[in-house]
């Protein structure tokens, strides 16, 4: 039976074990849309309410499943839409193939309609592979390229189809000069260093009597070595922020996120330790690092462009995480002295009383420490935890206990607003008998959370668990950039930029058949993650929470104090109520 291109396309991708779909319809993919209607008992579409959204689900698809996450726009508007979430892929290493269509061949470079120059808008968010495709018999090594270089580079690709070309009949390319003839399948490499470099990084870990590890997303599939490991050292373990749920959080010498979501006693490892040994992360803020010259360090990562960019490393082991140190551990011997390792512990179990004192500490009406705080008591075994941009994090990264088997993510190398709520929609495409929370502020659920609500209420019945909580802290404020001008730059509030919309979120999500569930008194908020976590159906759980609870940072260094002080000085209008808060919280 004869195919068209788009036909081909949908079968070929199938091949490469793509089973699912995140888009929106237009006329410049309607070939693409009649060939998933015929396939559609094999290949599922997932319709979203703008395409940033299913890039941002394409992206969490590849984060929860280690899968290939595929995203489909029309041409014009619909590829530019796609930009955002894209970037969020590249910047954390996912691999996303983006189907985006385009004006017929005849039109282009006549000033069409919705005639975008896609190859050049996406040159450098799929930098690594985004080519048109000009007749049928490209097809097949286009879709085969991107599939392989996404996976293998771990990168966005690209494919552009024009829609004319969408409908022309299937070719097999011939067996002729200047045709390319490709196959499927990826088998990604077994990657460890060379023998003398896990010699030398093991005489530096054995050398060090305060050792400290830093982990990142690379770990996330080498929970069990990062533990051995930290054990035959001695060594405590912080966490970048994509690294959440590479090691548990209710181990002893795990000190938690590291920077400035991050914990003091991540922070004060890193200021006293003699070694750092950092694992498959790319974290950013060197000042949260030891100071150059203090340490000797280690750094693992399977991609050698991220190597000593942060700190300079006496030795860079290019390796997949669990491999490179299922090969370090055996060189590597059990240190008998654990006074570093008591040290750590103790830093950590006052850290964890004074985040419970901070939690519970009264606001004006809930302190948002206490939403998280009270959660993460209550987590579901084998939960998927996303959160959004903004001060949500702050508490995410460091409120919540994750646990071994739990999955969590968020926007980290871009720390975009918006990724929350579509994350958690893809985390339940994937793991449909798993439940997923998703942590966002009001700022991003207005940007863009809310219209992916009405996907939930679309979906959500096939879910085997209907378990799916998005918890909305309502405090009309802008809350982390509120707190950064404050802090960073010295100025006060500026309500003209600051000040978000009031609205009802819980009745919104009673409004589409969804569960609402509004708190504003905070002897009530245990109870209402209860019913939440366990309801018939997704839940949107509205807490009315108090902007002027700071997120302090590990460190207060003095310009940040300075910058405090002006901020008050120059009349923010909520100083009285902030530095109350602050107050307490420092006492606390």
């Given amino acids: 039976m004869s195919q068209n291109v788009s036909d081909f396309l949908l079968r070929r991708l199938m091949e490469w074990g793509v089973r699912r779909i995140f888009g929106y319809p237009g006329d410049g993919i309607n070939g693409i849309m009649g060939a998933l209607n015929r396939k559609s008992q094999e290949l599922d579409f997932v319709q979203v309410r703008h395409e940033e959204m299913a890039a941002f689900m394409a992206c969490a698809h590849a984060k929860f499943t280690g899968e290939v996450g595929v995203c489909l726009a029309t041409s014009g508007p619909g590829a530019i839409h796609l930009l955002n979430g894209l970037y969020d892929a590249k910047l954390d290493h996912q691999p996303v193939v983006a189907i985006v269509g385009q004006q017929k061949r005849a039109a282009l470079g006549g000033n069409y309609q919705q005639e975008i120059d896609l190859i050049s808008l996406f040159r450098d968010v799929a930098h690594e592979y985004v080519h048109m495709v000009t007749t049928p018999m490209q097809m097949r090594h286009i879709v085969d390229r991107a599939m392989r270089i996404a996976q293998a580079e771990r990168s966005v690709?690209?494919?552009?189809?024009?829609?004319?070309?969408?409908?022309?009949?299937?070719?097999?390319?011939?067996?002729e000069h200047g045709t390319a003839h490709s196959g499927t399948g990826y088998e990604a490499p077994r990657i460890v260093p060379k023998a003398e470099d896990l010699r030398h990084?093991?005489?530096?870990?054995?050398?060090?009597?305060?050792?400290?590890?830093?982990?990142?997303?690379?770990?996330?599939?080498?929970?069990?070595?990062?533990?051995?490991?930290?054990?035959?050292?001695?060594?405590?373990?912080?966490?970048?922020?994509?690294?959440?749920?590479?090691v548990p959080d209710e181990l002893p010498y795990v000190t938690g996120s590291i920077g400035l979501?991050?914990?003091?006693?991540?922070?004060?490892?890193?200021?006293?330790?003699?070694?750092?040994?950092?694992?498959?992360?790319?974290?950013?803020?060197?000042?949260?690092?030891?100071?150059?010259?203090?340490?000797?360090?280690?750094?693992?990562?399977?991609?050698?462009?991220?190597?000593?960019?942060r700190y300079p490393m006496e030795v860079n082991l290019v390796g997949d995480a669990a491999e490179t140190l299922n090969q370090l551990i055996p060189l590597l011997k059990r240190k008998e002295n654990r006074r570093w390792r008591s040290d750590i512990e103790e830093y950590v179990r006052h850290w964890w009383k004074t985040m419970e004192a901070r939690a519970m500490e009264p606001a004006n009406p809930i302190n948002p420490q206490r939403v998280f705080w009270e959660l993460s008591q209550r987590l579901p075994d084998n939960c998927i935890l996303t959160c959004d941009s903004g001060s949500s994090a702050n508490w995410y990264a460091r409120d919540l206990k994750t646990r071994q088997g739990m999955m969590a993510s968020l926007s980290g190398g871009l720390a975009t607003m918006g990724p929350g709520v579509p994350y958690a929609i893809a985390a339940k495409f994937a793991h449909p008998d798993r439940t997923a929370i998703a942590m966002v502020g009001d700022g991003a659920m207005q940007m863009n959370g809310m219209n992916e609500l009405i996907t939930i209420g679309k979906y959500w019945q096939r879910w085997s668990n209907p378990n799916l909580v998005v918890m909305v802290l309502n405090n009309r404020d802008l809350n982390q950039v509120t707190w950064e001008q404050r802090a960073m730059e010295g100025d006060p509030k500026f309500p003209a930029s600051q000040d978000v919309p009031n609205f009802p979120y819980a009745s919104y999500a009673e409004l589409i058949g969804l569960r609402g569930l509004r708190v504003d008194e905070p002897e009530k908020i245990g109870a209402a993650w209860d019913y939440a976590i366990h309801a018939d159906r997704p839940v949107v759980l509205e807490v009315i929470s108090d902007p002027d609870v700071p997120p302090l940072p590990p460190h207060i260094t003095f310009k940040q104090a300075r910058a405090y002080a002006s901020a008050m000085l120059h009349g923010d209008p909520d100083s009285a109520g902030i530095i109350r808060q602050s107050i307490k919280q420092i006492f606390a």
């Fill in 201 to 246: 990084a093991a005489d530096i870990l054995n050398a060090g009597s305060k050792v400290a590890m830093l982990v990142g997303a690379g770990a996330l599939n080498a929970t069990r070595q990062v533990l051995e490991v930290a054990d035959l050292l001695g060594a405590g373990i912080a966490k970048a922020l994509l690294g959440k749920a590479a």
């Fill in 261 to 309: 979501l991050g914990t003091e006693p991540s922070y004060d490892m890193m200021m006293e330790c003699d070694t750092l040994l950092m694992v498959g992360s790319s974290f950013p803020y060197s000042e949260f690092l030891p100071e150059e010259g203090q340490a000797r360090g280690v750094q693992i990562d399977i991609n050698g462009r991220m190597m000593s960019i």
């Fill in 157 to 175: 690709c690209c494919i552009i189809i024009p829609n004319d070309i969408q409908e022309m009949e299937a070719e097999k390319p011939g067996r």
